[in-house]
Each structure stands twice: as C-alpha cells, then as structure tokens.
C-alpha cells in the first residue's frame, strides 16, 4: 500500500526546521540572505531574478527562500517597462520550469513504484500552481508517480501567464498583501490541511484493502 501522508508530513518537518534554525539564529532568515545575494548581483538583474525563483522553486529549499515575493518586489522597485516585463516574465518562467523539471527528475530517482504513469489531473495541476511550492511538491508527487514528463511543459505553459498577471497584481496591489502569501504560519497552515487530508485518504485505502482481504 502507498501511503500518501509521508510527504506533506516531511515537508511540515522541514518547514519546522527551519522556523527553528531562523527562531535561534542558527542561520539567517532567508530574506536577508536574498538581500545580500541582491548586493552581489545588481548588474545582472534578469540573472538574479532567474536564480531567486529558481530557489524556491525547488522543493523543500522553497520554504526557506520567500524568492517569489522578493523577485516580485524587485521588479515592482524597478518601475519596468512594458518590454522589461516580457523579459522579467521569461525569466521567471524559465527558472519555474527548470524547478519544475529537477522536483519531478527528484520524485522519479526516489519513487520506488513500478514503472507506470497515473492519470494526470488538471484540475490538480491548476491548484498546485496558486503557490510555487505547492508546484514544486505536484512535480515531485507526478515524478514518483510516474506521470509523463509533459506535465513540465504544461506547468510552463500555464506559468507564462501567471507570472505575467502576478507582477501586474502588485505593482496594483500593496506588497504586504504578496508578503501574506509568505508568511511561514500561512504556509505551515497549508501544509497541516495537506496533511491531514492525506491521513484520512490513506486510513480510507486501508479500510477498503482490509474488505478485500476478508
């Protein structure tokens, strides 16, 4: 039997550790470490743009890096251009791919299951995508899963314009509201209604393949 509760139940864990090394100043909250990283690459603003989503893009690394907040407040500091905004875009678009891509090559090196695709749902798809480490969880679940590797390329497709729409939202919008949306209890939140709703799943499979064995 799979068991759908270790992975939501790993990524609480690893958002609990690093809430902790944050709270005891074992290391630095990742803010301020994209705040420096940002002193060191002023001169390549589309290249630290790229690397920034490209951090938290990438599953359980994400939840340390607020890069999708930091990213987007960068470009609304920059005040763009329409034509920076296609450039930002690409950018942004192409590091949540290639995120996209490492989370589901790292769900298919770890998965032990046999080798055979699930059915993909893009209506899943659709809700992994309100947050970047929802995605980079769905791309690790579909890698384990088996799933086709153009779910990748329909994550890209459909980031195009999401990013888009997200740097018109905040230049719009205040950055707090963007700020809300990293906020670590939020996030952990998220994750406990994951969980919780990944238990029952799997106390439901475990009812019915107890009927069948009797």
């Not at 500091?77 to 942004?92: E, F, H, R, S």
Request: hydrophobic fraction near 55%; charge should be positive.
């Amino acid at each position: 039997m799979q068991f759908r509760f270790w992975l939501p139940l790993s990524a609480l864990c690893v958002l609990g550790l690093f809430s902790g090394l944050i709270e005891f100043n074992v290391i630095p909250p990742g803010l301020e470490l994209l705040e420096r990283v940002k002193s060191s690459f002023d001169d390549y603003f589309y290249f630290l743009i790229a690397f920034i989503i490209l951090l938290e893009s990438i599953v359980y690394i994400g939840f340390y890096f607020p890069g999708q907040f930091f990213a987007v407040v960068l470009v609304v500091m920059a005040k763009p251009q329409w034509q920076d905004i296609v450039y930002l875009t690409i950018a942004m678009v192409f590091a949540a791919t290639l995120g996209s891509a490492i989370n589901y090559t790292l769900g298919r090196c770890f998965s032990e299951q046999p080798q055979q695709a699930s059915k993909l749902r893009i209506k899943s798809l659709l809700v992994a995508m309100i947050h970047i480490n929802s995605l980079a969880f769905f791309m690790f679940y579909q890698g384990a899963n088996k799933q086709k590797a153009r779910v990748v390329l329909l994550a890209a497709g459909l980031n195009l314009p999401y990013y888009l729409l997200l740097i018109f939202a905040t230049s719009l919008l205040s950055e707090q509201v963007l700020m809300l949306a990293e906020n670590t209890w939020l996030l952990a939140g998220f994750v406990a209604i994951w969980l919780a709703i990944s238990v029952f799943m799997d106390i439901s499979q475990y009812r019915k393949l107890k009927l069948k064995q009797n």
